[in-house]
C-alpha cells in the first residue's frame, strides 16, 4: 500500500509542477514579478489541497546551497493552519530532509521520506524544478498524512495476533484440562480450519470465510464470541484486501493517463523524465547496459497547419509517428514538445539501430516524394542519433544533446533539399 501511495504522490506532484512556470521563481524570490501571475499559480496550489484530502502541505523551495535553509517560492494553504509563508522567507529544513541535503543541492531526485512528526505520520514526496535551462530553480514537496493508514494497519494486524494467541493459548488450557467436548471440540474446529488457509489468491480468501463459516458453531459464550469474532476479522480482511485491489487498479489507469500524449498515445514529457530517472539511477550503479537516443523533428508541421489546418497537421503528426513506432516500438518513443520526439534503443535492438534508422528514412524519403497524395500525407522527420557506452561517465543529457545536434545538421540538409516550405 506504501508503494501505491508513493505513486500517487509522484503522479499529484508532476501535475502540480506544471501549474509553475519554473523559469519565472527567480524573479519570484527577487520580488521583481508578476503579482497576478504569481497569486493565480497559488490558488491552483492551494486547490490540489482541497481535492486531494491526504495532503497535510504542499510547498515549493529553493535549497539554499551550503546551508541547511531553504527559501520559500509557494507555499500552499492547509487546512486549519495560517495563511502559507510568503515568497523570499527562510526556512530551516527538517531533519529528514537535511539527511539528503547533498542531493538536493545537486537537483536530484530523491526517494519518498517517512517520519512521525508534530502533525502525524507523514510522508514526504519531492520533485525537482527544472527549467527550460536544465537548471534545477528548487523542489516541489507535497506532506501525506498516513497517519490513519498506519493505525489500521497496526490495529488490524495486532488484532488478529491477539485472536490467534488467544486460540492457542485455549486449546493449550483446555487440552491440559480436558475440558467437555463442547469445548474442545469447536476450539480444534476452528484451530483446523484455520491451518487449511490460504492466502494467494481472491478465491483462496474467499473460500477460508466458506470454510470458517460452514463450521457454524454454537456452543458457550466464551467460544462463541471467539468464533464470531474471528469470522467478522476474516470478513474485514476480505473486504480490505478487495478495496486495495481495486484501488490500486485505479491508480494505474491514472499512471496510464498520466504519462500518456493525448494525441499520438505515445509516453509524453513525464514518461520521458521516469525513462531518464530509470537510465541514471542505473548509471549511477554501474549495472546500465550500452544504449541509443534518437531525437527526432518533424519537418513542414507548420506548412501543413497553415495551409491545410490543424487537423491535417495532427493526421500529419500522427502519420510520422506511425512510420517510426513500426520500426522501434511505441513504448520507447516520446512526446517532448509539438514536433518534437525522443526515441529510446536499447536491448536486442540496439544491434541493429542504424538498420533500423536508414530504413525509417527511407520511408520518410519515400513518402516525401510520393506526388499521388496529398501533401499531408508526404511525411518527413529529420533524426540524429548519439549512443551511450556501458561503463560510461559521460552525462545522459550531453547524450541527448549529441543527437538533438546531429538531428539539426539532417533537418538543415532536408531545408538545403526541399527548402523552408514544400
Same mark, same amino acid.
Given at each position: 500500500?506504501?508503494?501505491?501511495?508513493? $505513486?500517487?504522490?509522484?503522479?499529484? *506532484?508532476?501535475?502540480?509542477?506544471?501549474?509553475?512556470?519554473?523559469?519565472?521563481?527567480?524573479?519570484?524570490?527577487?520580488?521583481?514579478?508578476?503579482?497576478?501571475?504569481? +497569486?493565480?499559480?497559488?490558488?491552483?496550489?492551494?486547490?490540489?489541497?482541497?481535492?486531494?484530502?491526504?495532503?497535510?502541505?504542499?510547498?515549493?523551495?529553493?535549497?539554499?546551497?551550503?546551508?541547511?535553509?531553504?527559501?520559500?517560492?509557494?507555499?500552499?494553504?492547509?487546512?486549519?493552519? +495560517?495563511?502559507?509563508?510568503?515568497?523570499?522567507? %527562510?526556512?530551516?529544513?527538517?531533519?529528514?530532509?537535511?539527511? /539528503?541535503?547533498?542531493?538536493?543541492?545537486?537537483?536530484?531526485?530523491?526517494?519518498?521520506?517517512?517520519?512521525?512528526?508534530?502533525?502525524?505520520?507523514?510522508?514526504?514526496?519531492?520533485?525537482?524544478?527544472? %527549467? !527550460?535551462?536544465?537548471?534545477?530553480?528548487?523542489?516541489?514537496?507535497?506532506?501525506?498524512?498516513?497517519?490513519?493508514?498506519? !493505525?489500521?494497519?497496526?490495529?488490524?494486524?495486532?488484532?488478529?495476533?491477539? *485472536?490467534?494467541?488467544?486460540?492457542?493459548?485455549?486449546?493449550?488450557?483446555?487440552?491440559?484440562?480436558?475440558?467437555?467436548?463442547?469445548?474442545?471440540?469447536?476450539?480444534?474446529?476452528?484451530?483446523?480450519?484455520?491451518?487449511?488457509?490460504?492466502?494467494?489468491?481472491?478465491?483462496?480468501?474467499?473460500?477460508?470465510?466458506?470454510?470458517?463459516?460452514?463450521?457454524?458453531? /454454537?456452543?458457550?459464550?466464551?467460544?462463541?464470541? @471467539?468464533?464470531?469474532?474471528?469470522?467478522?476479522?476474516?470478513?474485514?480482511?476480505?473486504?480490505? @484486501? /478487495?478495496?486495495?485491489?481495486?484501488?490500486?487498479?485505479?491508480?494505474?489507469?491514472?499512471?496510464?493517463?498520466?504519462?500518456?500524449?493525448?494525441?499520438?498515445?505515445?509516453?509524453?514529457? /513525464?514518461?520521458? +523524465?521516469?525513462?531518464?530517472?530509470?537510465?541514471?539511477?542505473? $548509471?549511477?550503479?554501474?549495472?546500465?547496459?550500452?544504449?541509443?537516443?534518437?531525437?527526432? %523533428?518533424?519537418?513542414? @508541421?507548420?506548412?501543413?497547419?497553415?495551409?491545410?489546418?490543424?487537423?491535417?497537421?495532427?493526421?500529419?503528426?500522427?502519420?510520422?509517428?506511425?512510420?517510426?513506432?513500426?520500426?522501434?516500438?511505441?513504448?520507447?518513443?516520446?512526446?517532448?514538445?509539438?514536433?518534437?520526439?525522443?526515441?529510446? $534503443?536499447? &536491448?536486442?535492438?540496439?544491434?541493429?539501430?542504424?538498420?533500423?534508422?536508414? =530504413?525509417? =528514412?527511407?520511408?520518410?524519403?519515400?513518402?516525401?516524394?510520393?506526388?499521388?497524395?496529398?501533401?499531408?500525407?508526404?511525411?518527413?522527420?529529420?533524426?540524429?542519433?548519439? &549512443?551511450?557506452?556501458?561503463?560510461?561517465?559521460?552525462?545522459?543529457?550531453?547524450?541527448?544533446?549529441?543527437?538533438?545536434?546531429?538531428?539539426?545538421?539532417?533537418?538543415?540538409?532536408?531545408?538545403?533539399?526541399?527548402?523552408?516550405?514544400?
Amino acid at each position: 500500500m506504501l508503494d501505491n501511495c508513493k $505513486i500517487t504522490g509522484e503522479e499529484i *506532484l508532476n501535475l502540480a509542477s506544471d501549474e509553475i512556470v519554473i523559469d519565472h521563481i527567480p524573479d519570484y524570490l527577487s520580488g521583481a514579478y508578476d503579482k497576478e501571475e504569481y +497569486e493565480k499559480t497559488a490558488r491552483k496550489l492551494n486547490t490540489y489541497i482541497e481535492y486531494f484530502k491526504d495532503i497535510r502541505f504542499l510547498y515549493a523551495y529553493r535549497i539554499n546551497s551550503g546551508s541547511t535553509t531553504a527559501t520559500v517560492i509557494f507555499d500552499a494553504d492547509s487546512p486549519g493552519e +495560517e495563511n502559507g509563508d510568503e515568497p523570499g522567507a %527562510d526556512y530551516e529544513l527538517e531533519s529528514g530532509i537535511i539527511e /539528503h541535503i547533498t542531493a538536493l543541492y545537486n537537483g536530484e531526485a530523491i526517494e519518498p521520506m517517512l517520519g512521525d512528526t508534530e502533525w502525524g505520520y507523514l510522508m514526504t514526496c519531492s520533485k525537482p524544478l527544472i %527549467d !527550460s535551462n536544465g537548471v534545477c530553480q528548487g523542489y516541489l514537496f507535497a506532506d501525506f498524512n498516513l497517519t490513519n493508514v498506519r !493505525s489500521a494497519n497496526i490495529r488490524f494486524t495486532a488484532t488478529l495476533f491477539v *485472536l490467534i494467541f488467544i486460540i492457542m493459548l485455549l486449546i493449550l488450557y483446555f487440552a491440559m484440562k480436558a475440558v467437555s467436548v463442547r469445548i474442545t471440540g469447536p476450539i480444534e474446529k476452528i484451530f483446523l480450519c484455520l491451518k487449511s488457509f490460504s492466502f494467494e489468491t481472491d478465491a483462496d480468501r474467499r473460500n477460508n470465510l466458506k470454510e470458517l463459516e460452514a463450521l457454524d458453531i /454454537h456452543t458457550n459464550q466464551e467460544i462463541q464470541s @471467539l468464533y464470531d469474532t474471528l469470522v467478522k476479522t476474516i470478513q474485514a480482511s476480505n473486504k480490505y @484486501l /478487495h478495496d486495495l485491489k481495486v484501488t490500486s487498479k485505479k491508480l494505474e489507469n491514472v499512471e496510464g493517463k498520466v504519462y500518456a500524449d493525448a494525441l499520438t498515445g505515445l509516453g509524453n514529457k /513525464h514518461a520521458y +523524465e521516469k525513462r531518464l530517472t530509470e537510465y541514471q539511477k542505473r $548509471i549511477d550503479k554501474g549495472t546500465c547496459a550500452d544504449f541509443a537516443v534518437i531525437v527526432m %523533428d518533424i519537418n513542414d @508541421l507548420k506548412y501543413i497547419n497553415d495551409t491545410f489546418g490543424h487537423e491535417a497537421g495532427d493526421k500529419y503528426i500522427k502519420g510520422c509517428c506511425k512510420v517510426v513506432a513500426d520500426v522501434f516500438g511505441p513504448e520507447n518513443i516520446y512526446r517532448i514538445g509539438g514536433d518534437e520526439f525522443v526515441i529510446f $534503443i536499447d &536491448n536486442e535492438k540496439y544491434a541493429s539501430r542504424y538498420i533500423d534508422l536508414n =530504413r525509417v =528514412r527511407e520511408i520518410f524519403a519515400s513518402c516525401t516524394g510520393n506526388r499521388s497524395v496529398k501533401e499531408y500525407k508526404r511525411f518527413s522527420a529529420a533524426l540524429g542519433i548519439a &549512443n551511450y557506452a556501458s561503463g560510461s561517465s559521460e552525462n545522459l543529457l550531453e547524450v541527448v544533446k549529441e543527437a538533438d545536434s546531429r538531428m539539426y545538421e539532417n533537418k538543415q540538409r532536408y531545408k538545403s533539399e526541399h527548402g523552408s516550405y514544400r
